[in-house]
């Protein structure tokens, strides 16, 4: 006998059904939800589709993932193919030519000097893996004590317990405790003097500092790594304050820490160059990436290392042993590395990342321009993401909850954080899309 096929209810006659289903939702108001479901049952391009047929703009290119648009077909055909011809090998001990194909063509885009890549499966791996390579690193230097790390206030990184205890986002680390002993969190950067700026603020590059009173405290040669998303992604899009990224590798210069940039968010194309790191004219030692390096059409993630870091801990290891004991048994999973490989093509084909950047400036203005909204406290924006804070109502949050229940009807898909309602298209956005999301983001913020 056949599985029946999962009801999705539409009516609220169905809630009572809907509440009592199996599928416990991520990061979601279940009980709500599944009173008054929100679905999508296809896509394409620009748009996804309700199981009614209804059309809604995508102004988050998914969750930051979907740069090339929807349902790319060479992207499909490449998984298609790849899974008819080799579905999966082990990465441990074993490997196949698409793996060391992927890691080629994503160091033509790394910041120079980042030509050695780990393959993961999503953001939060990708941090922990970064973590595990920072000590691996101090270890194999004779720096063993080297285990704290500093991060920042309002920062996601990702769910595993090293990036929640890196995180400076307090409902993510409420429930699950510190996650790890040795963190410390440098301040925000989101200051009243920065509001409604267009691009990087000129006030806060001296939080930087943070940093070193840390190091002054606690002994700059006891920290193993410094980590920040270079704009602040889920938060809500923090743009750095101009000079603040260039002070951090000064002071991790000083002291031997490594400096690590989450760029899951950030990379391929979002900052108007391939990676943050360039756009922001500032190299880390380590960099995460994940979400477009696929088009977000298959899991996967990366860190993107320093070579002199992979040596080191390569050549410390035994003549003919492990060196790194760390890997995931879907990492450079083929159809993952086929998707990536047909989205290295068409960023190149259609040059995506520069059309990002392009439309950068036209982007920053239509959002801005919504700064005239009477329940709108602040703007913020950098290449093409942006974030419009809501101003709060009662509880911090609720306003950006309705406001989130409300886009779903009005045709618009976009991220919230609290009361910060994000847009990040797809790179492939023109400009009659862009005019779509600014009319239906005003109607949504009117109505609030
Ligand atoms: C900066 C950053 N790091 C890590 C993650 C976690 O990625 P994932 O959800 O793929 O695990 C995210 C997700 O949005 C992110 O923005």
């Known amino acids: 006998m056949g599985h029946a096929e999962p009801q999705v209810a539409t009516a609220p006659a169905a809630a009572d059904a809907q509440a009592r289903q199996p599928y416990w939702m991520p990061f979601s108001p279940n009980k709500e939800f599944k009173a008054e479901p929100k679905m999508f049952a296809r896509a394409k391009g620009m748009y996804f589709y309700t199981p009614e047929g209804k059309e809604v703009i995508d102004a988050s290119a998914g969750l930051f993932c979907v740069a090339a648009g929807h349902c790319r077909e060479e992207i499909a055909s490449a998984v298609y193919e790849q899974l008819q011809t080799l579905d999966f090998t082990a990465p441990f001990l074993r490997a196949h030519g698409k793996a060391f194909e992927l890691a080629e063509r994503v160091t033509q885009y790394t910041p120079k000097g980042l030509n050695r890549v780990f393959f993961v499966n999503s953001g939060s791996e990708a941090v922990d893996t970064a973590m595990k390579i920072a000590l691996a690193y101090h270890r194999v230097k004779g720096q063993p004590q080297r285990q704290m790390f500093v991060s920042r206030e309002r920062a996601y990184h990702g769910v595993n317990l090293g990036g929640v205890a890196l995180a400076g986002m307090v409902n993510n680390r409420r429930t699950f405790g510190l996650g790890l002993a040795g963190v410390h969190h440098m301040r925000h950067t989101a200051l009243p003097q920065n509001k409604f700026v267009k691009g990087q603020p000129e006030h806060g590059a001296d939080l930087a500092d943070d940093l070193l009173r840390f190091c002054n405290l606690y002994g700059g040669e006891n920290i193993a790594a410094c980590f920040v998303e270079p704009t602040a992604g889920s938060f809500g899009c923090l743009p750095p304050p101009k000079g603040y990224l260039n002070r951090l590798r000064e002071i991790c210069n000083q002291h031997g820490i490594l400096l690590v ?188």
């Open 261 to 448: 940039f989450d760029e899951v968010i950030t990379g391929w194309g979002r900052m108007g160059a391939p990676f943050g790191a360039q756009a922001f004219g500032v190299t880390p030692d380590l960099l995460t990436m994940a979400k477009a390096i696929t088009n977000g059409a298959q899991p996967m993630g990366a860190v993107a290392a320093r070579q002199d870091i992979y040596d080191d801990i390569t050549s410390a290891g035994p003549a003919k042993g492990v060196e790194f004991f760390h890997g995931y048994t879907y990492s450079a999973h083929p159809a993952s590395c086929a998707a990536g490989l047909a989205m290295m093509d068409i960023f190149a084909k259609e040059k995506l990342m520069e059309r990002a950047a392009a439309m950068s400036p036209k982007f920053i203005d239509a959002i801005h321009s919504l700064q005239d909204c009477t329940v709108v406290t602040d703007i913020r924006s950098v290449g093409l993401m942006a974030a419009v804070d809501v101003a709060v109502d009662g509880t911090p949050g609720a306003r950006g909850h309705e406001a989130q229940k409300r886009l779903y009807d009005a045709g618009l898909n976009l991220k919230s954080t609290g009361d910060a309602l994000i847009v990040a298209p797809p790179f492939v956005m023109d400009d009659r899309h862009l005019d779509e999301i600014v009319s239906k983001l005003r109607g949504v913020l009117k109505g609030l």
